[in-house]
């Protein structure tokens, strides 16, 4: 497996009293899924994200 087989999308929710909403109360959030559409990896920023789908990536290749 590798890094550029997963999809990264970003993903919102509502939560008003988390400290990164907006002021419509929405929260974003990147996750990175693997080809059955699994969320493997999740993040605030998407360099966060990215980071976590490198060690999924690593553990999968062992």
């Known amino acids: 497996m590798k ?3 997963l ?5 919102e929710h509502y939560d008003p009293y988390n ?5 419509n109360g929405m ?3 990147w ?3 693997n080809e059955w559409g699994n ?4 993040g ?5 994200c990215v980071q976590d789908a490198r060690r999924y990536v ?5």
């Open 3 to 5: 890094l550029k087989d």
């Open 19 to 23: 400290s990164r909403a907006k002021n």
């Open 44 to 48: 605030d920023t998407k360099a966060e």
């Open 58 to 62: 690593a553990i999968q290749n062992i």
């Open 7 to 11: 999809i990264f999308e970003r993903i």
């Open 27 to 29: 929260v974003s959030e």
């Open 39 to 42: 969320a493997v990896a999740f």
């Open 31 to 33: 996750v990175a899924r």
